[in-house]
């Protein structure tokens, strides 16, 4: 007879039918004993009563209360809608005289990896997986279906691990590879498809809420495929899973962080924002830090964490106190406590993808180049105008070059006709030969004469 296993045997049972009145909820426990906690059911209640002494069913207070004929002391009470079948109550009694070993919730117990059961065809078995399906197929007397054909095993591996079918000439192909080995290389190019990490981000996407609404009454646009890219390339990358975590959750508190760390953390930032002029800002700050408490316990605790919101939780281990402990952590972010209705809300980066970087680096290339060549053309163009200046005050008399095609020639010397001012002052400055206009961008001059 197999040995009775405290969480898959014991636990149900004490949930079902005791924890209501010898459970988490201090508001409703009976006599202040737990049986929820190891500590609760092998504590002293005085007087020399134990609920559970282990190896010793004789001394145990619940053998003798789940047996007893006494209707007052009978338990689950008479008038209780619980009742222990005969099964029940002896899987408790076995339990305990086995030694009553306790077990946390097996969630939170770590993973350890099994021995494979023992199997009697052991030809048909080719991984740790199978030994497990076909010890179950043996004990209930059935044999394993034979392998699929090719194209059927090309097709059921094709939509798993990219959600697509395979093409035609793939299919082919699969086929007329004879070669040993050919489904493993079928699956290895699978793997290293960007397909792969696509259809593996779906149901992650969707446990982070990536295709909720953004708002409450209106749903403006935001922008997060930036790390929706970061997912599925952490699954083409196959990032471990302890940076998988670590960098979606906290990312931007690591020493120096990326900017793809950065874009991890937008995990938490596809929750609903509101945008309604009238909100108090502080109370939407903690519904966005509750949300955030909420989908992280659910998602990488497999916890309805939300619970103990209101009151310590009656299922799990968490009390109100951690929960709002958890609360401030997410609660550290700059805020506003309302949202835009169009675009991201802050606090956001500037995300450029890898060809924006690439572009932006040669745009810097390119821009630090022609700050070298203006710089370059300035020192150019001043020794070129000191060269010029001085040629020309040297040639002052000699103006010959200047009459070439000449139609009219104006002085500003004296009072020529045909020149005169009709917006603000005739300012007059020395030029190269002569008075010249100065022409300051306030004042006109106006020619009226007829050409020569």
Known sequence: MAKVDFNRDI?????????KCHGPDENKREAEMRLDTKEGAFADLGGGYYPIVPGKQDESEMVWRIYTDDEDDLMPPVDSSNTLSANEKDLIRRWIEEGAEWKN??????????EFPAVADVDWTRNGIDHFVLTRLEEEGLKPSPEADGTTLIRRVTLDLTGLPPTPAEVDA???????????????????????????????LDAARYADTDGYQNDGPRYMWR??????????????????????????????????????TGFNRNHRYNSESGIVFKEFLLENAVDRVDTTSTVWMGLTMGCARCHDHKFDPFSTKEYYQL????????????????????????????????MLDQKDKQLAN?????????????????????????????????????????????????VSVIKGQPWMSSGIFGTAANLDGSSQFVVESDPI
């Open 327 to 358: 609360v401030s952590y997410f609660n550290s972010i700059t805020e506003s406590g309302r949202a835009r209705k169009w675009g991201n809300s802050e606090p956001w980066v500037t995300a450029p993808t890898k060809e924006q970087f690439m």
């Open 174 to 204: 699969f086929l007329a590879d004879t070669k040993p080995g050919a489904y493993e290389q079928l699956v290895d190019r699978l793997l290293a498809s960007p397909r792969y990490g696509e259809s593996m981000a779906l149901p992650w």
């Open 105 to 114: 919730h097996w969630s939170f117990e770590p993973v350890e990896r099994p």
């Open 227 to 264: 790390w929706r890219d970061w997912v599925i390339d952490a699954y083409n990358q196959n990032k471990p899973f302890d940076e998988f975590t670590i960098e979606q959750l906290a990312g931007d508190l690591l020493p120096n962080p990326s900017l793809d760390q950065i874009i991890a």
């Open 11 to 19: 636990r149900p049972i004490l949930s079902d039918n005791c924890f």
């Open 370 to 418: 022609a700050k070298i060549a203006l710089e370059n053309a300035r020192v150019h163009i001043q020794d070129s105008q000191k060269v010029w200046e001085k040629n020309s005050a040297m040639n002052a008399s000699d103006h010959n070059f200047l009459k070439r095609g000449l139609v009219r020639y104006y002085s500003f010397d004296g009072n020529d006709e045909g």
